[in-house]
T-cell receptor, first 115, second 111 residues
């Protein structure tokens, strides 16, 4: 099945530890995104990548890092510098279709809890 | 930077009433997209608007894109309990692939 996969669904970490969230897509999409969702805050953009080996900071990049070594993969590392890392993290991908459609497809999300 | 504001944050209606959520961008957009997120789920694409002044309909849902390509609205006629969820608008930047979401409107429907 084609799609975008995030793993794991739930993740627990101790404060001060770095943690990496996985995001893989087999849709052949060029663009990939990481969002953070908190209650009442909507989806806030952390990082996005338009193409392999290139990525841009979003609105809340501090305390996060990403890599885009392969088209299919866009892992997000939540570092110990992120002051409030407990949240629901959503990965998405998109491609501009022949009809100009740039629909984003989302993974199921990873709920990270830092204790 | 690009900001997308969305109001209201919450809306509770009786089944059969209409519902509207509004979206406004600080910058001109390439396109605006609308998503729906059911409780416990992830956002699912509803529609994309590209042209200035564009209006699109999906059954009871009507989507509009403003003439200046900076604002948009989603209107649901005669809401049903299946319409429950959070509706997000998302604006695509003019020169890049930055997709910025509004905070969403949580719709609850009383049967």
């Amino acid at each position: 099945d084609g799609g975008i996969t995030q793993s794991p669904k739930y993740l627990f970490r101790k404060e001060g530890q770095n943690v990496t969230l996985s995001c893989e897509q087999n849709l052949n999409h060029d663009a990939m995104y990481w969002y953070r969702q908190d209650p009442g805050q909507g989806l806030r953009l952390i990082y996005y990548s338009q193409i392999v080996n290139d990525f841009q900071k979003g609105d809340i990049a501090e305390g996060y890092s990403v890599s885009r070594e392969k088209k299919e993969s866009f892992p997000l590392t939540v570092t110990s510098a992120q002051k409030n890392p407990t949240a629901f993290y959503l990965c998405a991908s998109s491609i501009e279709g022949a009809d100009g459609n740039t629909e984003a497809f989302f993974g199921q999300g990873t709920r990270l809890t830092v204790v | 930077g690009q900001q997308v504001m969305q109001i209201p944050q919450y809306q509770h209606v009786q089944e059969g009433e209409d519902f509207t959520t509004y979206c406004n961008s600080s910058t001109t957009l390439s396109n605006i997209q609308w998503y729906k997120q059911r409780p416990g789920g992830h956002p699912v694409f509803l529609i994309q608007l590209v042209k200035s002044g564009e209006v699109k309909k999906q059954k009871r849902l009507t989507f509009q894109f403003g003439e200046a390509k900076k604002n948009s609205s989603l209107h649901i006629t005669a809401t049903q309990t299946t319409d429950v969820g959070t509706y997000f608008c998302a604006g695509l930047g003019g020169s890049n692939y930055k997709l910025t979401f509004g905070k969403g409107t949580l719709l609850t429907v009383n049967p």
